[in-house]
């Protein structure tokens, strides 16, 4: 089977309120951006039931 990347969006600051939010759950005021596979975070770039063979 082969290997699938995938990309995803950026959390930082810029997500706003969410961003602020996840700040004050977490407590971990140093981030500066989080890259994440949790999909809650950073949901996907891509749709990957829609992968050509190209891809």
């Given at each position: 089977m082969p290997a699938i990347y995938?990309?995803?969006?950026?959390?930082?600051?810029?997500?706003?309120?969410?961003?602020?939010?996840?700040?004050?759950w977490?407590?971990?005021?140093?981030?500066r951006e989080v890259i994440s596979l949790d999909s809650i975070l950073c949901p996907s770039v891509i749709v990957i039931d829609e992968l050509t063979a190209e891809d």
């Amino acid at each position: 089977m082969p290997a699938i990347y995938s990309a995803v969006k950026r959390f930082d600051p810029a997500c706003g309120e969410s961003w602020t939010n996840f700040i004050e759950w977490c407590g971990l005021t140093q981030l500066r951006e989080v890259i994440s596979l949790d999909s809650i975070l950073c949901p996907s770039v891509i749709v990957i039931d829609e992968l050509t063979a190209e891809d």
